[in-house]
């Protein structure tokens, strides 16, 4: 505690009660920091969620639409009728590179800079083929070779 300029005694017992008020204005302001923090917390929550609702929604009013998707519907604001667009043919093409990039990376038997080069032109390739720009993204798929896993069977 600071001294002030001016000597002042004070008995025991008003000590005791300075050092109560300290305390308490102590507490008080914890309690209100506290507070402050949980308010903090919950609005940056509830903005996040708001972000992520408007995010959806401007992702889904940008794509052109065919399938519904009643699940998006259910997290909250996006129109019921909300539809996205996938091909049997994009998502079988899809299926065999995602299976022959994991069989590859178990396989260790192409180089990892090769595999990630494949999963980057799958993600075009579903990009176009989300887009309606089917045979762009077969065309994708297709150029990507990566071949026949070897077999790593050793007897």
Excluded: W
């Amino acid at each position: 505690m600071r001294r002030l300029p001016v000597e002042i005694k004070l008995s025991p017992e008003d000590l005791r009660a300075v050092k109560r008020f300290q305390y308490g204005a102590a507490m008080t302001y914890c309690i209100l920091a506290l507070f402050l923090v949980v308010m903090i917390a919950v609005r940056g929550e509830e903005r996040s969620r708001e972000m992520a609702v408007e995010n959806l929604q401007a992702d889904v009013a940008s794509q052109r639409v065919t399938v519904a998707q009643p699940r998006l519907a259910a997290v909250g604001g996006l129109p019921q009728d909300t539809r996205v667009v996938f091909s049997p043919l994009c998502a079988a093409k899809d299926l065999s590179l995602v299976t022959a990039i994991e069989a590859h990376g178990e396989a260790q038997d192409v180089a990892s800079e090769r595999l990630v080069a494949a999963a980057f032109a799958m993600l075009e390739a579903r990009a176009a083929c989300r887009d309606g720009r089917v045979a762009e993204g077969l065309a994708i798929y297709e150029q990507v070779g990566l071949g026949s896993v070897r077999s790593a069977h050793v007897q």
